[in-house]
């Protein structure tokens, strides 16, 4: 967390806040109004006095002290010293003198008691602005330059540091020198993206350049600085801005828009009690009612900016307005200046360090002796004043603020032109990125396009290969069955058609018979061999329906009364000819077994898909049999090599009198 005695270095400088000001004040509110009375709390506190501290001077003190008695409460320090610099500054723009040395005193015994840096240098900063705005400008100096030179983080705190140094030495009348520190906060400034800040710095420099009366251009900084600062609505900040209007328009003899300025911001100043400022509007209108004749109007300005300027502990200003007043009462010839009252003035001036006022008040003495016929001493003044003038306003000193400014706004187009280089670079940097990226893609899809032509022309050559092996597959079983079953059939009828050749009488009708029923066996199993090959049947719908055809053909006529049950989406299941061919010739033996063998009256058949396997359940409630006397009987070994053969499992489940369950499971993935 911050540490907050940084949080009050100066009041003319704060963080930008442009955007969404009323919401961050409004969360801040929130954590008040925890009452935690931990150190967020006491940040928040002091958070929210430097927020109303350009908007309601009581309302920031009241969160301040609220602030205190929660460290105090809480036997806290953190948060003391930022809470002594907001009173100091608080309690003086209000002209309580007394309450704003007391604070300062403590914020200076908390500085000494302390190792705590950031302490020392809220303690200068805010000494070194007391000072000023009482108008002792040589010991405020010391005091700035030491906090800028113990701080090292060249943050927005930094730059104020600079905008308070060189308004130090604006009011000594060194514009050359300040307007070097306020182009540099307002670099920083713009390198921060502070606009309060820069709004704080063109104000200045408008000053510095309407006291060498370039009037133009101090307009413009000051109309510059003046939307800033009703952007960010500091109406604080707004004072000083129409009140350097008022003055470049009494210079330019437009009194009417001066007066407009001056009086909008009196108001402002009454408005806030601002004492100091107050103090300085009435002085600017009475110069300006003496400029334009009206010197009742102007003693009268002048006479209440006297008041708010003694009570406000200014001795400077004090002396100024005072200088003006014996300058109307000489004019009315109502009272004579006397020497002791002008050397008192220019003895305030020197110790204040006021140059522009010291050359001023040695034009009144030099007045003053002419008067009196004491040309010699009205001389030496009037040679001072000449001198000292050109010093401060002379046409050396524009150039040089003109060889700086200059130099600034060269750095600034520099830096411009560095950022659009930069800024050109990395456009170059994408594009090249972008090339490389769209090269990379082509890459991609030209590559992902011959893979996928390889992949495609690797997957029809495997394609073509199992369809080869596949045909090569059926070639050696249709061989193989041709083989086996028709070739074996057909010696054997070639046998007994011999046999029956050769004998006579019975023996050779039964030859013929066995003849007529090996052939037929042949046909069926032609038959058989045709189906399995055939393309249209791949279908388990097809094989389906031969399956309930023969089982009609066998078990009907022996008697039997049999169910077929059909589960699952067998119409669009496709199965090779091998499965087709080893699945039909399971069920047909063991169908024929079931009729031939079981002596059952019913056949269950089931023939579904579960767990990505086709099962087919033969159940009979025939007389049964000894697994081991029937081992390799009624064709089971037979059956379980060709359920071996298409990567099956046949099971058979049976007992002497329970009859007969046969379970084949046939993968079809």
Known sequence: MKNLILIFPFLCFCSSLSIGQSKYIDSLQQIVDLQKKDTVEIKALLDLAHEYSRKDSDKAKSYVYQALAVTQSQGLTYGRG??????????????????????????????????????????????????KNQGQYRKALPFMIQAHELNKVKDENYAGQLLNIGNTYFSLSDFKTAVKYHLQALSLFEKLNNKRGQSFCLQNLGNNLFKLRQ??????YFQRSIKLKEELKDKRGLINGWTGLGDVYKEKNQFDLSEKYYLRALEAAKEMKLILEEARCNNQLGLLYRQMGLLAKSQTALTTGLALARQSGDSSMSAVIHSELLAIAVQEQKEKRTENTLLSNLTTHINSGDRGSEATEYSHLAEYYA????????????????????????????????????????????????LLK???ELQALALSRERTNVALIAFALISVLIISILLVNRYRVKNRTNRLIELERMRNSIARDLHDDIGSTLSSINIMSQLALNENGNTSQQHLKKIAIHSAQMMENMSDIVWSINPKNDLAEQMVFKMKEFAAEILEPAGINYSFHVEGALETLKLDSEKRKNLFLIFKEA?????????????????????????????????GFNKEEAKHGNGLSNMKDRATAISGALQYNTEPGKGTRIILAVPIT
């Open 82 to 131: 930022g809470a002594f610099g907001y009173l100091v500054t608080l309690h003086q723009n209000s002209g309580r003198l007394d309450s704003a040395t007391y604070y300062l005193n403590l914020l200076e015994g908390n500085s000494k008691s302390s190792s705590n840096m950031k302490m020392k240098i809220s303690y200068f900063q805010t000494a070194g602005l007391f000072y």
């Open 215 to 220: 009037f133009d251009q101090s307009q413009d």
């Open 371 to 418: 008067a009196n016929n004491k040309f010699d001493i009205a001389f030496g003044y009037l040679k001072k004043h000449e001198q000292l003038k050109d010093s401060v306003e002379g046409n050396a000193v524009l150039l040089q603020i003109k060889e700086l400014e200059e130099q600034f706004q060269s750095e600034k187009k520099e830096k411009e032109i560095a």
């Open 422 to 424: 930069k800024d050109q």
């Open 591 to 623: 169908i024929n077994n079931a009729a031939k063998y079981s002596g059952g009256t019913t056949v269950t058949i089931n023939l579904f898909l579960q767990f990505s396997h086709l099962h087919l359940e033969i159940v009979d409630n025939g007389k």
